[in-house]
């Protein structure tokens, strides 16, 4: 198997109250360079999430995004965190 430090992946799920799209990318680098860009909904999980892709990233420059589109006519953001 061939393995790269340059790739580009996207990926969108439709839910009922939206759709959720995560995007990276990822160039070659000496080190870890991790940027990532969250939906305002989603902004309490940074920590979590950075952790979560450390545990699979070792080196180079990563990009990701996780961007949130409420669907047409909900109430808010329709999102609800951390329920049982």
Known sequence: MIRSMTGFARIERQYAFGRLSWEMRSVNHRYLDFSLRLA?????????????????????????????????????????????
């Open 40 to 84: 305002e909904e989603f902004r309490p999980l940074e920590a979590d999430i950075r952790e979560c892709l450390g545990q699979y990233l070792s080196r180079g420059k990563i990009e990701a995004s996780l961007r949130f589109f409420a669907a047409a006519g909900s109430a808010g953001s329709g999102l609800e965190l951390n329920l049982p």
